[in-house]
């Protein structure tokens, strides 16, 4: 897909502010595309927006298709009058700045429990039909996952693999009785869901207005303990109790003499195939009816990716596996036409990976963090950039960039100083101009890089299993002078969306 010459800001909704606790798809979402278009930029980049599990992340969500409740806009629930301001009067003294999800998970499901209750008494009387064609037309995968929450519910959280073995195996008749007896629960997971894709349908409605695309996210991986594992065990590579045989990790690197162990269960292609990619592509139109460009997460293992036994401690004894390759792309290619794919293709890149992205045309990823710590050679540097590429100063992944630059060694501090030709006090600005001067279709940074934040406002360290995703952008954070900020860059260097 051939893209224009524009520029964004990564920014999940959660870390909007706001006075519930959590960013949401409300009134601060509205004024944050303003912002955007107002400052000239055409992109917003969001992470999953699926319901997020253990450990709040947004790539181990309990569904690949469903959207979270969390960011669900209760001043939305206000304007329908499925909430009064009464319900919210009384919140508790959420913290600044950070989203304390110990706190705000059980304060916003009561209020949307709140929410549901009025609706089955009467209230919006005028969503009753287009709630009734949304469970039709989303039947496919909100049936089970409606029917995992319900149950989740029921067994206090725990993960599918240790319920009753009739549920867990999905025999037809303790679903039946499950159904049954689960009724307001399952009805009330389809209302939250039809509620957050209500809302985020309206939200992207206005951001194509202001000419403003969303890119989306779509892990390779999905969570064990999610309606997708549970409801198509045979896409995966499961034993008979539905325990993980193989899991996805990465090979011990230079960084880690362990490698990664993500635990995620691994794909059975071949299964995939004979199916002509049903699921994915389903799962691609999905994610594609809420966003306008997909970053496809973890890229390389398409091409190959590193099998771990399931029991292993570490991501040691592994073996690398042929992916779906070409097949997988070519039958995307013929459902949904153009891809409109931004390929995550950092870390350890093999010919085979180069190969499959470049065959379609695929934009890669360039983060201008990583480009200070050898030479000249270096593929993050800006002067090696082809056209096709997308460039981060950093990302949700990484450290800020004040942050990144306040712990590296010196020789590679002293190597962005004389390669930018900057004296090193502010970092943010420079690595954000040296990503917008690029050749680079794409140009994004982190908003805590315009904020010039430091490693206090990071978003994840991978392999931390708690405390990430939580970070919250100052209510007065997007104001006139950052606005007028941003423009110039982007009328400086070629990418104003007008």
């Not at 993960?159 to 499950?178: F, G, I, N, V």
């Not at 190959?304 to 039958?331: C, D, I, L, Q, S």
Request: proline fraction near 7%; glycine fraction near 8%; charged fraction near 20%.
């Amino acid at each position: 897909m051939k893209y224009r010459r524009s520029s964004g800001i990564l920014l999940h909704p959660t870390s909007l502010p706001g006075p519930y606790g959590i960013g949401d798809i409300g009134p601060k979402a509205y004024e944050w595309i303003d912002f955007l278009a107002e400052a000239g930029c055409g992109l917003w980049q969001v992470l999953p927006l699926g319901p997020t599990g253990y450990g709040d992340s947004p790539y181990q969500c309990f569904s690949s298709f469903a959207g979270n409740p969390y960011l669900i806009s209760l001043d939305a629930l206000l304007v329908d009058q499925l909430l009064y301001p009464e319900d919210l009067a009384e919140r508790p003294a959420f913290p600044a700045g950070r989203v304390d999800y110990g706190m705000v998970i059980p304060w916003k499901l009561a209020a949307l429990d709140k929410a549901f209750a009025r609706f089955q008494d009467g209230a919006a009387a005028s969503l009753r039909s287009p709630f009734e064609q949304f469970k039709a037309q989303q039947a496919a995968w909100l049936e089970d996952f409606t029917l995992f929450m319900a149950l989740k519910e029921q067994y206090h959280n725990a993960p599918w693999t240790t319920w009753e073995p009739s549920l867990r195996d999905r025999q037809p008749e303790a679903l039946a009785h499950a159904r049954q007896m689960h009724v307001q629960a399952i009805e009330r997971q389809a209302f939250w869901q039809f509620l957050f894709f209500r809302q985020w349908h309206a939200l992207r409605a206005y951001a194509a207005q202001k000419n403003i695309k969303i890119i989306g996210d779509i892990p390779i991986f999905v969570a064990h303990d999610s309606s997708d594992v549970w409801s198509h065990r045979d896409l995966f590579f499961l034993k008979p109790d539905g325990q993980p045989a193989v899991v996805a990790g990465v090979p011990p690197d230079y960084f880690s003499a362990t490698g990664q162990l993500w635990g995620n269960p691994l794909y059975n292609w071949k299964v995939h195939q004979s199916t002509a990619y049903a699921w994915w592509l389903d799962r691609l139109r999905t994610v594609l009816s809420l966003v306008d460009i997909v970053r496809l997460d973890h890229f390389r293992g398409f091409a190959g990716y590193w099998e771990v036994p399931g029991k292993a401690k570490t991501a040691v004894k592994g073996r690398w596996r042929r992916g779906p390759r070409f097949k997988f792309f070519n039958a995307v290619q013929k459902a949904l036409g153009d891809l409109p794919i931004i390929a995550e293709d950092l870390g350890v890149i093999t010919p085979d990976v180069v190969a499959l992205r470049e065959r379609y045309k695929l934009p890669g990823m360039k983060i201008l963090q990583f480009g200070f710590d050898s030479g000249p050679e270096n593929p993050f540097l800006p002067h090696n950039y082809v056209q096709n590429c997308v460039v981060y100063t950093g990302t949700h992944d990484n450290d800020t960039s004040l942050g990144w630059y306040l712990r590296v060694p010196e020789a590679e501090k002293d190597y962005y100083r004389r390669y930018m030709h900057r004296d090193g006090s502010d970092v943010s600005w420079d690595l954000i101009r040296g990503a917008w001067s690029s050749v680079a279709v794409f140009a994004l940074a982190p908003m805590q890089d315009f904020l010039c934040l430091d490693n206090q406002a990071r978003m994840n360290y991978p392999g931390n299993p708690s405390g990430n995703w939580a970070w919250r952008m100052p209510d007065n954070a997007a104001n006139e002078t950052l606005k007028a900020r941003i423009k110039e860059l982007n009328q400086l260097y070629g990418r104003e969306n007008k």
